[in-house]
């Protein structure tokens, strides 16, 4: 089986964000994805050549956000919109914060990890995913991409948990 490559990105300057990033990086390189992160050293443009040949070297684009969008993560989505051209493999999900100025252009997830159950939030991204596929994702990808998404929002409902 072809495993997946999954870009995982961050807003700079969250250091939850990125320390969430270079966690699912690790567990999912663990269990047979090909990750990438941005490449954001050395005072770079907005988006770096670098990342954006490794976002468009990858089948997925996810962000975990807990703060607005910047402006780097906001250029890096529209990256991505045009090379995949699906927005269903495109997928950001929000915990408490929302911000739509990028257009319709990849999944949105809302939730609040601290009212909502794991298995609630995952329910609610694959179905979001599932309404906004423009090509069918085989079921064994599927669910492995849901698996890693289960790991992602339950790091993102620890931090809820432990930062009350």
Known sequence: MNSSTIFVTYNPRNDFEQTLAIRLQTLGAVHGFDMLLPDRFGGKPLVSQETEYRIKSA????LFSTSPLTPTVQEEIKVA??????KSRIIIVYDRVKNLHHGSNCTEVYIDSSKSTAQ???QQT???IQQNQAQKIKKDAQNALGAFLLIGLGLLALNSATSK
Do not use: A, G, R
């Not at 089948?59 to 996810?62: I, L, N, Q, R």
């Not at 919109?81 to 699906?86: A, E, M, S």
């Open 120 to 122: 609630e939030i995952l």
């Open 81 to 86: 919109y045009q090379h995949l051209k699906d």
């Open 59 to 62: 089948d997925y684009f996810v």
């Open 126 to 128: 694959i179905s979001s």
